[in-house]
T-cell receptor, first 115, second 114 residues
């Protein structure tokens, strides 16, 4: 499977500020996804990052709060805007489309704490 | 709507013993995929095993194997010869063949007793 990296690995931010999380893959992939994992919870899909077009957001998530970019087939960013303590979570990117399978492989995650 | 249920919030097993984690799901689809992922304290989500619904043979990966019962919509994970490094949250996930969205269970915390 591809090597997936995320930056930053963790951050502590003040409310009202924004943080951009990067996801880099070492090979081209078909699809990239962004998830949120709140403390003690399972994963919730935020959006599918589409290369060259606007991301597809899941119910409850909006572009103004979570703008996403995907300029090419190996890189995507997720911005968490105007943060509040409720945004404290682990944010994970995942990719699929390697080797013809649709299995999702995950990055190491970004632990975000909002004070 | 599809759902995935993991009824065991926490399980513990003695090192070197065998443990089985339960997962049931609900779907009207006939073609789908099922996964077990492991999330250690490092928070990286790691694929453990994958099962295609059309395959009757249960998937195995070294010490990890599944008992896939399609009619019963059950997908349990058996870990043999448990090791300390197996301690983690284990998540069961479902994916319909028609799209890439994963439906997740709530997770089972596995504790390994030395």
């Amino acid at each position: 499977s591809a090597v997936i990296s995320q930056k930053p690995s963790r951050d502590i931010c003040q409310r009202g500020t924004s943080l951009t999380i990067q996801c880099q893959v070492d090979s081209q992939v078909t699809m990239m996804f962004w998830y949120r994992q709140q403390p003690g919870q399972s994963l919730t899909l935020i959006a599918t990052a589409n290369q060259g077009s606007e991301a597809t957001y899941e119910s409850g998530f909006v572009i103004d709060k979570f703008p996403i970019s995907r300029p090419n087939l190996t890189f995507s960013t997720l911005t968490v805007s105007n943060m509040s303590p409720e945004d404290s979570s682990i944010y994970l990117c995942s990719v699929t489309g390697q080797g013809g399978t649709d299995t999702q492989y995950f990055g190491p995650g970004t632990r975000l704490t909002v004070l | 709507a599809q759902t995935v249920t993991q009824s065991q919030p926490e399980m513990s097993v003695q090192e070197a013993e065998t443990v089985t984690l339960s997962c049931t799901y609900d779907t009207s689809e006939s073609d789908y995929y099922l996964f077990w992922y492991k999330q250690p304290p490092s928070r990286q989500m790691i694929l453990v095993i994958r099962q295609e619904a059309y395959k009757q043979q249960n998937a195995t990966e070294n010490r990890f194997s599944v008992n896939f019962q399609k009619a019963a919509k059950s997908f349990s994970l058996k870990i043999s010869d448990s090791q300390l490094g197996d301690a983690a949250m284990y998540f069961c996930a479902y994916e319909a063949n028609s799209n890439y969205q994963l439906i997740w269970g709530a997770g089972t915390k596995l504790i390994i007793k030395p």
